[in-house]
């Protein structure tokens, strides 16, 4: 694996520091250089065109079970823990690899307010009714999360906030700008999910009237 991986990088580096790096002799890496290719390494050669493909195809975001996947799909006979080692070997990462993130948290609620929408996500008047939500942006750093609110009759965002953390100053960053945007409102419901971060004590003091979905 040392000598492939020298071969594989010798373009980008020098051979005789990769060899001092991998503690391998330069002389011992030209004899590997010169002898025939075997039959196992031909195959992960072939294997690793073939991931290359795959991993180009799906944006870089799969993983090798997927790959693994696409291989055996393909009518390949490889096991799972080969394309990862080939995988791992060669720098194949997926961009998505990063732990998944929960946008919803209902068990840490207290006392949810009912359900006053009932899923009538429509309104007959101006700022009748607004809707607050929060979702998750991947980038190549870091998830970014996202809270907007939405004004149900014109069905236009008036209020929106992206931070690197889910919490309270999120959902009630965005719920200022709504309410610096609409100027002084009165009597809104203002509904989102049980897992909102909108603390109610706060909420009340603007005069809205808090809704919270039934699940």
């Given at each position: 694996?040392?000598?492939?991986?020298?071969?594989a990088h010798r373009k980008e580096h020098k051979?005789?520091?990769?060899?001092?790096?991998?503690?391998?002799?330069?002389?011992?890496?030209?004899?590997?250089?010169?002898?025939?290719?075997?039959?196992?390494?031909?195959?992960?050669?072939?294997?690793?065109?073939?991931i290359v493909k795959f991993h180009q195809t799906?944006?870089?975001?799969?993983?090798?079970?997927?790959?693994?996947?696409?291989?055996?799909?393909?009518?390949?006979?490889?096991?799972?823990?080969?394309?990862?080692?080939?995988?791992?070997?060669?720098?194949?990462?997926?961009?998505?690899?990063?732990?998944?993130?929960?946008?919803?948290?209902?068990?840490?609620?207290?006392a949810p307010a009912p359900d006053l929408l009932?899923?009538?996500?429509?309104?007959?008047?101006?700022?009748?009714?607004?809707?607050?939500?929060?979702?998750?942006?991947?980038?190549?750093?870091?998830?970014?999360?996202?809270?907007?609110?939405?004004?149900?009759?014109?069905?236009?965002?008036?209020?929106?906030?992206?931070?690197?953390?889910?919490?309270?100053?999120?959902?009630?960053?965005?719920?200022?700008?709504?309410?610096?945007?609409?100027?002084?409102?009165?009597?809104?419901?203002?509904?989102?999910?049980?897992?909102?971060?909108?603390?109610?004590?706060?909420?009340?003091?603007?005069?809205?009237?808090?809704?919270?979905?039934?699940?």
């Amino acid at each position: 694996m040392k000598y492939a991986f020298i071969k594989a990088h010798r373009k980008e580096h020098k051979v005789i520091r990769l060899c001092e790096v991998l503690a391998v002799s330069t002389s011992s890496y030209y004899a590997w250089l010169d002898r025939p290719e075997g039959d196992l390494a031909r195959e992960n050669r072939r294997l690793t065109d073939k991931i290359v493909k795959f991993h180009q195809t799906c944006r870089e975001i799969y993983g090798s079970p997927r790959t693994h996947k696409d291989l055996i799909e393909d009518g390949e006979t490889c096991g799972v823990s080969r394309v990862a080692r080939l995988m791992k070997v060669h720098n194949f990462q997926s961009k998505m690899a990063r732990k998944f993130v929960i946008t919803t948290n209902s068990k840490n609620t207290h006392a949810p307010a009912p359900d006053l929408l009932k899923r009538r996500f429509w309104a007959e008047h101006r700022d009748e009714r607004w809707a607050s939500d929060t979702t998750f942006i991947g980038t190549r750093q870091c998830w970014l999360y996202l809270a907007i609110v939405l004004e149900l009759y014109s069905r236009q965002v008036i209020g929106w906030s992206i931070s690197k953390k889910n919490d309270n100053q999120l959902v009630m960053d965005a719920l200022m700008m709504a309410l610096w945007r609409r100027g002084e409102v009165n009597g809104v419901m203002l509904h989102s999910d049980q897992g909102s971060t909108y603390a109610q004590e706060t909420i009340s003091n603007y005069s809205l009237i808090i809704s919270y979905s039934a699940v």
